[in-house]
C-alpha cells in the first residue's frame, strides 16, 4: 500500500523527497506491533488514507477545482487573533487573503515558502511512514526565522484549517528556526470546518543555544477528521523549550513530540491536556533523547475522558551513554467521566548512564465525590459543579498558555466540551 500511496503523490523536489519515498518504499507504513503505535487505531487510518487515495483517482497534493469558502472571520472564531502575524494554510495551501501580516523587526520573518526552502533535512532516526508521506509531498510551508540575539515579543500564529473538499488529504508542514539567544512565541492551531478530513502534519523546531521558545500546538479539527502529527524538535546548548499540546477535535488523533538535547543545560517543559469523548480516540506519544549532559526536562500531561472514547500517553525517554547530570520528570494525570471511557499510560525509559535523576507518575481516576459533594451543597447544581471540577483539573495546562487571548480562547473551548460531557 505504501507504494501505491507515493506513486499518487505529487512528489516534491530534493534530497529530502527522495530520502523519504526511499524510506517510504523501503519499511513501509506502521503497524500494532511497534512501539510507538502501540495504542494508536493504525488499521483505521490507513484504511481512510487508502479512501483518499483511491477514491475518484484523487492525486494527494494536487490543488482541487472544488473551492469552500472561508472568511476572516471563519478563522477569528475557529483560532483566535492574538495580536501578531498570523499565517493561514488552507489544506495545506497559503491563504495570504485569510493571512495578516505585522512587523517584527529586523532579524525576524515569518510566512510561507516554497517546497525547497521550507523543510528541514530529513532524520531518519525514529523516523515513520506518515513523515516520510508528508516529506515526501510538493506544497508550500509556514515558516519561522528568528536570528541571533532577536527577541520577538508579538507571538507568530500559524493556523492550518482543513476544509472537506474532494480531496480531503491535507499535509501541512512547519518549520521554527531560532538562532543563538533567540527568543519567540509560536503558536500552531489545526482546525477546520464540519466534515470528514484528513490531516498529516509535520513540524520541525530548532533551537540555538540560549534560544527561548514558547511552542504551543492545539487541535480542534471536526470530530469527523483524523489527524496525525509530529513534532520534531533539537535544542541546542542553554537552550529553553516550553511546549502546549492541547487535543480536543478529531475522531482519530496522534500526536508525536520527538525531542532531542543535544547541547548540554538544554531545558524543556512538555505539557499535554487532551480530551476526548464520543468515540474519540486521542494519542500523544513522546520520545525525549538526553544525548547531551546536565539536560533537564519535565513532562505534565492531563487527559479528560469522557463516554466511549480512550485516551492514550506514551512517554519514551533516553539517557545516552557518557552523560551525566540529567533529570527527567515524567508525569500523566488522567480524570474518567464514565465507566466505559479507557485511559493508557505507559512509562517507557531507556538509561544508559549512571549519573541521572528520571521519575515517572501516573494517574486514573473519577470525580473527587466529596469535592462534587461540596459544591452541591453549596447550591451549585449537579452539571455546573461537575464542570467546575473538570475545569480546574484542566487548569493546570490552560493557565501556561500564552498570550492571554490564547489562554482565553483555550479555556471557552475546553469548557464547552466539558458542558457536554456532563
Same mark, same amino acid.
Given at each position: 500500500?505504501?507504494?501505491?500511496?507515493?506513486? #499518487?503523490?505529487?512528489? *516534491?523536489?530534493?534530497?529530502?523527497?527522495?530520502?523519504?519515498?526511499?524510506?517510504? $518504499?523501503?519499511?513501509? %507504513?506502521? =503497524?500494532?506491533?511497534? @512501539?510507538? %503505535?502501540?495504542?494508536?487505531?493504525?488499521?483505521?487510518?490507513?484504511?481512510?488514507?487508502?479512501?483518499?487515495?483511491?477514491?475518484? @483517482?484523487?492525486?494527494? =497534493?494536487?490543488?482541487?477545482?472544488?473551492?469552500?469558502?472561508?472568511?476572516?472571520?471563519?478563522?477569528?472564531?475557529?483560532?483566535?487573533?492574538?495580536?501578531?502575524?498570523?499565517?493561514?494554510?488552507?489544506?495545506?495551501?497559503?491563504?495570504? /487573503?485569510?493571512?495578516?501580516?505585522?512587523?517584527? !523587526?529586523? =532579524?525576524? %520573518?515569518?510566512?510561507?515558502?516554497?517546497?525547497?526552502?521550507?523543510? @528541514?533535512?530529513?532524520?531518519?532516526?525514529?523516523?515513520? *511512514?506518515? +513523515?516520510?508521506?508528508?516529506?515526501?509531498?510538493?506544497?508550500?510551508?509556514?515558516?519561522?526565522?528568528?536570528?541571533?540575539?532577536?527577541?520577538? $515579543?508579538?507571538?507568530?500564529?500559524?493556523?492550518?484549517?482543513?476544509?472537506?473538499?474532494?480531496?480531503?488529504?491535507?499535509?501541512?508542514?512547519?518549520?521554527?528556526?531560532?538562532?543563538?539567544?533567540?527568543?519567540?512565541?509560536?503558536?500552531?492551531?489545526?482546525?477546520?470546518?464540519? =466534515?470528514?478530513?484528513?490531516?498529516?502534519?509535520?513540524?520541525?523546531?530548532?533551537?540555538?543555544?540560549?534560544? /527561548?521558545?514558547?511552542?504551543?500546538?492545539?487541535?480542534?479539527?471536526?470530530?469527523?477528521?483524523?489527524?496525525?502529527?509530529?513534532?520534531?524538535?533539537?535544542?541546542?546548548?542553554?537552550? +529553553?523549550?516550553?511546549?502546549?499540546?492541547?487535543?480536543? *477535535?478529531?475522531?482519530?488523533?496522534?500526536?508525536?513530540?520527538?525531542?532531542?538535547?543535544?547541547?548540554?543545560?538544554?531545558?524543556?517543559?512538555?505539557?499535554?491536556?487532551?480530551?476526548?469523548?464520543?468515540?474519540? #480516540?486521542?494519542?500523544?506519544?513522546?520520545?525525549?533523547?538526553?544525548?547531551?549532559?546536565?539536560?533537564?526536562?519535565? +513532562?505534565?500531561?492531563?487527559?479528560?475522558?469522557?463516554?466511549?472514547?480512550?485516551?492514550?500517553?506514551?512517554? /519514551?525517554?533516553?539517557?545516552?551513554?557518557?552523560?551525566? !547530570?540529567?533529570?527527567?520528570?515524567?508525569?500523566?494525570?488522567?480524570?474518567?467521566?464514565?465507566?466505559?471511557?479507557?485511559?493508557?499510560?505507559?512509562? %517507557?525509559?531507556?538509561?544508559?548512564?549512571?549519573?541521572? #535523576?528520571?521519575?515517572?507518575?501516573?494517574?486514573? *481516576?473519577?470525580?473527587?465525590? $466529596?469535592?462534587?459533594?461540596?459544591?452541591?451543597?453549596? !447550591?451549585?447544581?449537579?452539571?455546573?459543579? #461537575?464542570?467546575?471540577?473538570?475545569?480546574?483539573?484542566?487548569?493546570?495546562?490552560?493557565? /501556561?498558555?500564552?498570550?492571554?487571548?490564547?489562554?482565553?480562547?483555550?479555556?471557552?473551548?475546553?469548557?464547552? +466540551?466539558? @458542558?457536554?460531557?456532563?
Amino acid at each position: 500500500m505504501a507504494t501505491s500511496v507515493a506513486d #499518487r503523490i505529487a512528489v *516534491g523536489e530534493g534530497a529530502d523527497a527522495a530520502t523519504a519515498r526511499a524510506w517510504l $518504499d523501503a519499511n513501509g %507504513w506502521p =503497524g500494532r506491533r511497534d @512501539e510507538a %503505535w502501540k495504542y494508536t487505531p493504525v488499521d483505521e487510518i490507513l484504511a481512510s488514507l487508502e479512501v483518499e487515495v483511491v477514491a475518484e @483517482e484523487l492525486v494527494i =497534493g494536487e490543488v482541487v477545482a472544488q473551492e469552500v469558502a472561508v472568511t476572516s472571520a471563519d478563522v477569528d472564531d475557529l483560532a483566535g487573533d492574538h495580536g501578531g502575524p498570523r499565517i493561514v494554510f488552507v489544506d495545506g495551501r497559503h491563504a495570504p /487573503h485569510l493571512s495578516t501580516s505585522h512587523p517584527l !523587526g529586523d =532579524g525576524a %520573518w515569518c510566512g510561507a515558502r516554497g517546497d525547497g526552502d521550507a523543510a @528541514e533535512p530529513v532524520e531518519v532516526v525514529r523516523y515513520d *511512514g506518515f +513523515q516520510a508521506l508528508n516529506h515526501l509531498a510538493a506544497h508550500e510551508g509556514a515558516v519561522v526565522e528568528i536570528h541571533a540575539g532577536i527577541e520577538v $515579543d508579538l507571538p507568530i500564529h500559524i493556523v492550518h484549517l482543513a476544509v472537506p473538499t474532494a480531496s480531503r488529504l491535507a499535509q501541512p508542514r512547519t518549520t521554527i528556526r531560532l538562532g543563538d539567544a533567540a527568543r519567540a512565541t509560536v503558536i500552531e492551531t489545526y482546525t477546520g470546518l464540519p =466534515g470528514a478530513t484528513f490531516v498529516n502534519a509535520s513540524t520541525t523546531i530548532a533551537l540555538g543555544e540560549g534560544a /527561548h521558545l514558547d511552542h504551543h500546538r492545539i487541535q480542534t479539527e471536526s470530530a469527523e477528521g483524523i489527524h496525525v502529527g509530529h513534532t520534531r524538535t533539537n535544542s541546542g546548548a542553554d537552550s +529553553q523549550l516550553r511546549s502546549t499540546s492541547v487535543m480536543l *477535535g478529531a475522531a482519530i488523533a496522534r500526536h508525536a513530540l520527538d525531542l532531542t538535547l543535544r547541547g548540554e543545560h538544554a531545558h524543556a517543559n512538555l505539557e499535554g491536556l487532551y480530551l476526548p469523548r464520543g468515540y474519540q #480516540r486521542h494519542d500523544n506519544v513522546l520520545t525525549v533523547d538526553h544525548a547531551a549532559s546536565h539536560g533537564t526536562t519535565v +513532562q505534565l500531561f492531563k487527559g479528560v475522558i469522557g463516554d466511549e472514547a480512550r485516551g492514550s500517553f506514551g512517554g /519514551h525517554v533516553i539517557v545516552r551513554p557518557d552523560t551525566v !547530570g540529567t533529570s527527567a520528570d515524567q508525569t500523566n494525570r488522567n480524570l474518567l467521566l464514565a465507566r466505559t471511557a479507557q485511559a493508557d499510560t505507559r512509562p %517507557w525509559l531507556e538509561i544508559f548512564a549512571d549519573d541521572v #535523576r528520571c521519575t515517572h507518575g501516573a494517574t486514573v *481516576g473519577r470525580l473527587d465525590d $466529596d469535592a462534587l459533594f461540596y459544591l452541591r451543597s453549596r !447550591g451549585i447544581p449537579r452539571t455546573e459543579a #461537575r464542570a467546575m471540577l473538570i475545569t480546574a483539573f484542566a487548569d493546570e495546562i490552560i493557565d /501556561h498558555l500564552t498570550p492571554a487571548s490564547l489562554r482565553g480562547h483555550v479555556h471557552d473551548a475546553v469548557r464547552r +466540551q466539558t @458542558e457536554d460531557d456532563t
